[in-house]
């Protein structure tokens, strides 16, 4: 599987982005796809991840309420949608597939393939 993340920008604190994560070589059927970030001199953190097949969702407590994931099947696309964003949000934002039991959503660990990243800049 590879992945795409795209979508990053630089963004007035308050405002919106939303990024999106493609996969080609094949679906994400069976998968939970994950949103990981790392700032600047920080640990990779867990942001948020969907079951693709039963689209259950979770969140990092930093983003609950102002991220939502969501998922379009006929384009085999996971989006992150970011509101209310805030300059600590500023990262490298990176999507990533898995196979994760629930303990281990939010582990880097769990997740075999991952994207390239893409850039969410958020200025006071």
């Known amino acids: 599987v590879q992945l795409q993340a795209s979508g990053g920008g630089l963004v007035q604190a308050g405002g919106s982005l939303r990024l999106s994560c493609s996969a080609s070589g094949r679906t994400f059927r069976g998968y939970a796809i994950g949103w990981f970030r790392q700032a600047p001199g920080k640990e990779r953190e867990f942001v948020g991840a969907i079951r693709w097949s039963a689209g259950t969702t979770y969140y990092s407590d930093p983003v609950k309420g102002r991220f939502t994931i969501s998922r379009d099947n006929t384009k085999a696309t996971v989006y992150l949608q970011m509101n209310s964003l805030k300059p600590e949000d500023t990262a490298v934002y990176y999507c990533?597939?898995?196979?994760?039991?629930?303990?281990?959503?939010?582990?880097?660990?769990?997740?075999?393939?991952w994207g390239q990243g893409t850039q969410v800049t958020v200025s006071s």
């Open positions: 990533a597939a898995g196979s994760p039991i629930l303990s281990m959503v939010g582990r880097r660990e769990s997740y075999v393939y």
